[in-house]
């Protein structure tokens, strides 16, 4: 959980200007909505505090500490995207684990043959097995572990990012149109949910 605070963020692709001098303040918890029309920048900013984007000036500071110089792993910052980006090739379950896989195991404990040297590997995979399985639990979609993208509907597809975020237990959650290529009937369905998730864990929520 955290603040989030964006002062005189300006952002410009050669003469074109996407954003200019944005100021905002979202309090620790809150859930914010970004309302507008294509095009004008919205999903910008949100790539700009993630780390995707370079502003052009301004800063971004969460909890009063900027991150400007941070990498966007290093920011506690967690995305979900319109299009999922799952990998196909991996199941739920290895899409859920794969940002704690990353940030826990040594390059050497990921490979096939030489992880089997690592005697601490095995007790990594357990805690991060529990975390992946705790989250699972709370988006029901345990039962869906061991299935691939392509053998998902739409709002399983989008649970499993939402897992994949949640895992990393960021400071904030950045939601790009998420539910936008789901049916109707279930955005609506899953626009409860997201409340109710938001009022659960009580994170930062900024919301396109």
């Known amino acids: 959980m955290a603040q989030v605070e964006l002062q005189g963020i300006t952002k410009s692709f050669g003469a074109t200007r996407v954003l200019t001098d944005v100021n905002l303040s979202i309090k620790d918890g809150e859930f914010l909505t970004l309302v507008g029309p294509s095009g004008c ?3 910008t900013l949100i790539r700009i505090i993630a780390g995707l984007e370079q502003q052009t000036s301004g800063s971004i500071r969460i909890d009063g500490a900027p991150i400007d110089h941070l990498r966007p792993h290093e920011r506690r ?3 979900v995207f319109q299009s999922y980006a799952l990998y196909p090739h991996m199941t739920a379950y290895g899409n859920m684990a794969l940002p704690l896989t990353m940030a826990r195991l ?3 404990e990921r490979i096939p043959l030489l992880r089997l040297l690592s005697p601490r590997r095995r ?3 357990q805690q991060i097995d529990a975390e992946v399985q705790a989250v699972a639990s709370q988006l029901k979609i ?9 053998q998902l509907s ?3 597809r989008q649970r499993v990012a939402l897992g994949r975020a949640m ?3 960021p400071a904030a959650f950045l939601m790009d149109e998420p539910l936008s290529n ?3 009937e279930l955005r609506v369905h899953m626009r409860t949910e997201l409340a109710e998730l938001h009022q659960r864990i009580g994170a930062t929520f900024i919301y396109v």
């Open 41 to 43: 920048g919205k999903t």
């Open 77 to 79: 910052i967690a995305m």
């Open 106 to 108: 040594h390059l050497y």
């Open 123 to 125: 007790t990594v995979m």
């Open 142 to 150: 345990g039962p869906l572990l061991q299935r691939r993208p392509a």
């Open 154 to 156: 739409g709002g399983q």
């Open 167 to 169: 895992v990393r237990d």
């Open 182 to 184: 789901l049916d109707a």
